[in-house]
């Protein structure tokens, strides 16, 4: 019988058994147009297998776990031979699980026949476990929702355009003349300076996405192959304020960009996203925290030839908000409830509000932005933005019928490596990308955390840490920790020194920084400095609270309009 291979392991996967050895049983299923015939169990070897059961698959004797198969389908092909369409399944240690998995060690000790139970659908890509899709499983009909589910991600990776050329479809959104979408920053050489080696922190050659208007879809003359790399685009660029300078990027709003005339020609491939470009007054109106939107303002044009910045044209299209809800009622996609008036968007979005168990988060920075994430459309009153460096692990649990919220999508371009986790010997998963190569919106730094702060001056200036004493004696002004913990803690390396005005604070030490871990200017903290200072410390930074309570209210949404 031969198996449909439907995984990347290597090694023989096909066994070529004699009719005789194999037989149907029962009366078939169905018969395709191409002349395949289903059946729902066969006879292999004088085993019983049946559609919905599993199979262990013999490749070599070396081999001590061979892989084994949920049977999806079996079928005869119209030359006669035998097929079976599996599913790899994984043993626990085969998953993140790793050696905390339940192996069946009882079993296998005492000399009984291996048994396994399967309880959740692993996705490594998620990194999650999930329900077992059980009602599309083992149909026997010659679907398998999980090649259809391979299908339909591959088919929404590719590209389609339009017969008149007036729009294409990349990655699964659709693109229409005037509309605006991110560009890979390495498309625009002329713009990056020559790179140069710097600390880690710094963040100093990092480029947000560059945003774009698309003007004109160009077909290839020579080849009809219509693929992302040979269709070309010519777009019109608008550049953000950290273009211009940097001390009109943080005296500028992180969302303002500016109009120009300047335009270029861009393979499709370049596109990162879609996002928006509005009037002032449109973006303000909704609300939203600036940095779960990919929404922007406009209200001027720069010439970079001049280093001008000039009044906005008044012929200048951008979005609308009001054009935006009449072309969804259009085409019938509004909300149902949709209203204009956002008092009633209010009312409906705090009856959602989820309770929660507060439990020990530091000062209470994870309760905080959970408790803002709740109110989604009308939070903004503070910032949403922190500069720190620190990883930290998350895990979201449900139970079975319950749908898991995705991970928050990272917003700005950041330094840093992404958190992994090692699945196998070959295979690590990060639950965000890596945004070293761009994002939608540029690095925020110590400088925008605490640049408004008051200077401080100490009063004096050392040469060196040297001091004399009441009594005489001089003595150098050491920390106690550095000596005393020094070996186990790489000798200190980067705890005490001057912030890099252009990089995040480092977590090293559990140092006080409510400004750096984004805690409103008004947020009152409890108890003696010592406890003051372990609290914000170990505390949840409010906006990534925020962050993972906004994917949640998605996940709940979504339940409620099933």
Known sequence: MNIDKTHRESGKRRLNCSSQD???????????????????????????????GCVLIEIDESVELPPMYFVEYMF???SGKKMVHGRLMLRGNQTVLGIAANE?????????????????LYQPDKGAFICLPKKSMGSGNGVCCAC???????????????????????????????????????YFAEDEKDNETIKSSRNVGLKPYVICQLLEIEMPKASRKSD????????????????????????????????????????????????????????LSINYPAVHEHAFFCEHLYDPVRGAIKQLPSNVRLNSMIDESMSRRKKGKAIEGED??????????????????????????????????????????????????????????????????????PMHVFAGPELKVTLDSNTQHAAVRSTATGAPFRSITVRDSIGDLPAVGNGASLAAMVVKLSTGQMVDLVPWCLPNTAERHNQWKGLFGRLDWEGNFPTSITDPQPMGKGFPDSYK???NIQYRHRQIGNAVPPPLAFALGRKLQEAVDRKCEV
């Open 22 to 52: 194999i037989k149907w049983e029962g009366e078939p299923l169905q018969k395709t147009s191409a002349s395949e015939t289903f059946y729902k169990q066969a006879k292999v070897f004088g085993d019983l297998v049946v559609v919905g």
């Open 76 to 78: 005869e092909k119209s």
């Open 104 to 120: 069946r060690e009882e079993r296998k000790c005492k000399g009984l026949p291996l048994e396994y139970y399967c309880k959740s």
């Open 148 to 186: 259809k589910t391979k299908e339909a991600e591959k088919e929404q990776k590719s590209l389609k355009l339009n017969s008149s050329s007036a729009c294409f479809v990349y990655k699964g959104a659709e693109y229409n003349i005037e509309d605006f979408f991110y560009v890979a920053p390495q």
């Open 228 to 283: 992302c790399e040979s269709i070309k685009i010519k777009v019109r660029r608008y550049f953000r304020p950290e273009d211009i300078s940097v001390d009109k990027a943080y005296c500028s709003d992180i969302r303002e960009v500016y109009f120009s005339e300047q335009t270029h020609l861009l393979a499709v491939v370049a596109v990162q996203g879609k996002c928006q470009v509005r009037i002032k007054d449109d973006l």
């Open 340 to 409: 204009d008036e956002p008092v009633k968007q209010k009312g409906e979005s705090l009856k959602k509000q989820l309770a929660t168990l507060n439990i020990f988060a530091g000062c209470g920075g994870l309760s905080e932005g959970l408790e803002q994430s709740g109110k989604i459309w009308y939070s903004g009153s503070w910032s949403l933005w922190f500069s720190q460096s620190r990883k930290r692990a998350f895990i979201w649990a449900a139970s079975p019928e319950e749908t898991l919220p995705d991970w928050p999508e």
């Open 525 to 527: 903290f409890a108890g």
